[in-house]
């Protein structure tokens, strides 16, 4: 028996991106391929050996057996979809595609946003911008809303790449966020997340601050 | 005969990201499908109409006929590759897929680094942060470096989404960066990005400050 080739993985704990890839990996039965080595962004120190990999200096990045490195996290599961198709990570294609990878763009865009953010209550106080965490909290709500509109639709939908980032997103202000609740009013996208809460992939693979 | 369905676009003619879109979308033959309406975003002002079909409030969003949003720009590219897959904009598997997709990300990832350096240059000169500007020029720096060294192979792979980003994101360099030169040393790069900016998808999309 031929040894299966070994995925490394740029990893931290604490990076919701990371935890995006981590959960499609164990949706797709890939986890057990990765070797995780842990890496340590953020801040504004450049981590010159990552974006040796990397030149953007972002989590997650992966190199596969023939040594090139894969990211951002959305390239590195439209791999683990090639070695994987039968997963269904994402939609072969037809609007079901589109949708999910709009919802991906969703998810991804309000981690986006909550790094910012995140990034911004870093700075001293006196460097920090009130107007722009006004714009971002604003934003953050009005993705709220729209996700609840859609909350049953997702429900309703195979489970892929879409769930997988929204669900990171909601987990990423549970994590980060406190003093934002997200809940109240949002029955439906609530009850939604409680479910994917429970998947296994999701349990093996928590937000972690062990800083 | 069928009118063609109508394709409206969120559009600036100053967003690098709205930039890609049009140059895929005159690639694939389906610039005359689209309606652009002018959208004005950026600054710490939300846009609520926008954030109606998009609640990221970022363009580029594409409403097409049946009235659900897409986004972000690499989703549209997405959609337009299924209306025109012929124009090969994503390669459809396979290695040269991911590198595509994989050179794509590099590109938008430099974007990204320069939309957050022009908005800490917006802000107020007290409320700029000098260390994550300093990150941002390093970043840039490593990621043209990266690109020299594979810029053969980017003038030797059929042309698609991942040469769009590169060369979109290049050319945002000069056109908001011109105090930071990025084509000394990189004699093959910029030999490419001569060839990229001859393409007639290109020539016909400059980046524009009408401000």
Known sequence: MIRESRLLLH??????????VMIAAHEAGLEDRID???????????????????????????????????????????????????????????????VALRRHALGNGI??????????????????????????????????????????DLAATPFGIGHIAIGVALGYLDFRFKAEPWRPGQERLAAWFESFQRRPSVVAHPPVDDS
Chains 1, 2 share one sequence.
């Open 111 to 152: 981690l986006d946003i909550l790094l910012q953010w995140l990034g911004e209550r870093g700075r001293p106080a006196e460097r920090q911008s009130e107007p722009h965490i006004a714009l971002w909290r604003s934003k953050i709500a009005a993705c709220i809303v729209a996700l609840e509109a859609e909350a049953d």
């Open 11 to 20: 990893w931290s704990p604490r990076s919701p991106y990371v935890r995006k």
């Open 36 to 98: 995780t080595v842990r890496t340590v962004v953020g801040g504004t120190t450049p981590h010159l050996e990552l974006m040796e990999d990397n030149p953007l200096g972002k989590l997650p990045t992966l190199i596969p057996p023939d040594g090139t490195a894969i990211y951002d996290s959305y390239v590195i599961v439209e791999y683990f979809n090639t070695l994987k198709p039968a997963a269904g990570l994402i939609p072969r294609e037809g609007p079901a595609r589109i």
